[in-house]
């Protein structure tokens, strides 16, 4: 099955000892309806990232949520760990329950009207890809119309913990990230052959190098370069994923 | 990956399971029929106030903190599902590998997966998060093929079987291995105790019951595709859905559950009333019963029979979709669904009695259920053909 692109966000910024992490509350403000309470970093990644995707969009009422992570929430782990070790209490309930990936599926759910199909998935390096297996595992299935496939990746500071953490050797990039992509079975009549296949990256090939997310956002900053195109992607049987185009006139 | 997916069965060809039962599918057969196991108080000394939590644990653990036996559970229990599937020693280190636990890999004192002995040091976190179990499954079977982790807490490793289930089906593998982890650790015990869910043991369903019991698990079960429809235990798919009602609690109606299940049973082509039978989530809380509860009189006009089957392992979390797989496994294998062990007093408000006792499993269809944190809701179609 070739699935077509319906839209894309990608938001990526690396972040180190010397650039402090923004706040993200104004970003999340403007593609949210409801204020969500008790919510982390990674939550407010997950939801900024989504709600850039579908804005202007009609969701289909089993449309599948499926967000990928290689680290996950970092810095509710963190903040977890330090009440457990440093200040020797329980955690806060929502701290802890914000530990678990599946929290932000939750908020983006509840924010979007979301009820159907709904994963949280993660594989060294190639996390997004395998959102996307799933994904479209489940449309051929039919368990799900549409698919909304998220990467996010947060970072805590300074470096050397986050690096500690993820057993990274320094020099690692580190970077917080949310990429999206809104998918749809293909058009009757698109085929491979009918589409030109476009080489993934098309930014230059190193900028997202060490970047724990980097198939994601090679793939979505591709797809936001070239606005102008219509984009489809296949998984090939070896679990490749290739974007292809059609040119504008085309 | 065809357009038309040619939809196969799905069997289910091996299973592993370490649990408080013991090691071992027999083992946990035999449990099954037996008396259920009563957790252990583990004591939690890292904090201020100590905190005891009861915990079913596995056999051979014999601290907190102390993976070494775990560790070695992982590979036994890899090994008997796969022993039991017949799979052969050179493909075992090809098959795609689906992973369901709910931690994710954080903790730098996280065990080393090459080292033998796993150093304990007094402070530390050690969790077995997923990139630890794939090195684990690795070094057991010389190799992995295509790994996926799934962690929507408590259902990840039921949605891990539904997925390798979904892809065997429409042909991207023909076998697939599943393999869910779980085990106890100090943020686990103590972010449970912060959401004040813990019991001193369970009750599921009970007038009485008054919270959860955690347990460790480790499950393995190989997927297999299959051609013909002979004896055997199927997984006949199953369903996502979310439940945005609560992060930590179902709708009290029921009704994104209820959902559900019937697109389950509506794809599977299986008709509520010829469900044989429910292994409900069952965790002894009072909210999370109550919306099972109003799930199952929703769904079914006549509920089938229900078990619940934490009282024998406690809520293994994220492996308890493959735990409570291979314990159903063994019991319907031998033809019987198993007692709910700490049902004692029906709650009028629920109107749900789950067994008292073992009872006969005719051939037919099973009904699996699995809530998460999160509003993650899965439900699994078993089939079992004598």
């Known amino acids: 099955m070739i699935l077509r692109i319906v839209a894309a966000s990608h938001h990526y910024r690396p972040v180190g000892d010397s650039v402090a992490l923004p706040s993200l509350e104004a970003e999340v403000a403007a593609v949210t309806r409801r204020h969500a309470r008790r919510i982390d970093r990674f939550v407010q990644l997950a939801l900024v990232g989504a709600g850039a995707c579908v804005r202007g969009h009609t969701l289909a009422p089993d449309c599948g949520l499926y967000l990928s992570s290689g680290f996950g929430p970092v810095g509710s782990n963190t903040v977890v760990k330090d009440a457990l070790h440093r200040e020797r209490r329980l955690p ?12 932000a599926c939750f908020h983006v759910a509840a924010e979007l009207g979301l009820t159907g199909e709904s994963i949280v998935v993660a594989r060294r390096r190639g996390s997004f890809t395998a959102a996307l297996q799933c994904a479209l595992t489940d449309l051929v299935a039919g368990a799900a119309s549409q698919a909304l496939v998220g990467a996010v990746e947060e970072c805590i500071l300074p470096a050397k913990r986050q690096l500690a953490l993820l057993r ?3 020099g690692t990039v580190l970077a917080e990230g949310s990429h999206w992509l809104l998918l749809e079975p293909a058009e009757v009549g698109v085929d491979a052959t009918s589409v030109e296949a476009t080489p993934v990256p098309e930014a230059p090939p190193d900028a997202f190098a060490g970047y724990e997310s980097a198939e994601a956002a090679r793939l979505t900053a591709a797809v936001l370069a070239a606005s102008e195109h219509t984009f489809h992607l296949i998984l090939t049987d070896a679990g490749d994923v290739r974007l292809l185009t059609h040119a504008p006139g085309r | 990956m065809p357009d038309v997916a040619p939809r196969r069965a799905v069997r289910i060809a091996g299973l592993g399971l370490a649990s408080a039962l013991g090691c071992g599918l027999e083992a946990a057969r035999s449990g099954l029929r037996a008396p259920a196991p009563t957790p252990r108080a583990w004591r939690l000394d890292l904090l201020d106030e100590p905190l005891t939590v009861p915990v079913f644990t596995l056999p051979g653990t014999d601290s907190l903190g102390d993976l070494s036996g775990a560790v070695a559970l992982v590979g036994e229990v890899v090994r008997e599902a796969l022993a039991a599937a017949g ?18 890999s954080l903790d730098r004192d996280a065990i080393d997966p090459d080292a033998d002995a796993v150093p304990s040091p007094v402070g530390v976190q050690p969790v077995l998060a997923h990139r630890q179990i794939v090195a684990l499954v690795e070094r057991t079977l010389g190799g992995v093929g295509d790994t996926i982790a799934f962690q929507t807490a408590c259902t990840s490793s039921a949605n891990a079987l539904l997925s390798a289930a979904r892809m065997i089906e429409q042909g991207r593998y023909a076998r697939a291995l ?3 982890v779980e085990i106890a650790n100090a943020a686990t015990m103590a972010g449970f105790a912060g959401l004040q869910l813990l019991a001193p043991s369970i009750h599921p369903f009970d007038r009485d019951r008054s919270g959860i019991v955690i347990g460790e698990g480790i499950g393995a079960a190989v997927l297999q595709a299959v051609a013909d429809d002979g004896p055997g235990l199927f997984l006949r798919g199953g369903g996502t859905c979310i439940d945005t009602y609560r992060v930590t609690t179902s709708h009290p109606d029921g009704s994104p559950a209820t959902a559900l299940q019937a697109r389950v049973l509506a794809r599977a082509g299986v008709a509520p009333h010829a469900v044989r039978g429910v292994k409900a989530h069952g965790t002894g809380s009072p909210v999370n019963d109550e919306a099972e509860a109003a799930m199952l009189r ?7 029979p229900v078990c619940a089957l934490k009282g024998y392992v406690g809520h293994t979390l994220g492996a308890c979709g493959i735990t ?6 063994a019991a319907l294998e031998a033809g019987f669904l198993p007692a709910t062990p700490g049902f004692r007093t029906p709650d009028a408000a629920l109107g749900v009695s789950p067994t008292r006792e073992a009872q006969a499993a005719p051939d037919g269809h099973y009904a699996l259920n699995f809530f998460g944190f999160g509003g993650h809701n899965t439900i699994l179609l078993l089939e079992r053909r004598a």
């Open chain 1, 92 to 103: 806060m309930p929502f701290s802890f329950i914000n530990t678990l990936g599946s929290s």
């Open chain 1, 168 to 170: 990274e050797e320094e």
């Open chain 2, 87 to 104: 799979v052969p020693a050179g493909e075992a280190s090809r098959l795609p590998l689906f992973i369901g636990t709910s931690a994710f």
């Open chain 2, 178 to 180: 599943v393999v869910g």
């Open chain 2, 298 to 304: 929703a769904a079914f006009a006549a509920p089938p």
């Open chain 2, 324 to 329: 409570e797989l291979a314990l159903m496994g």
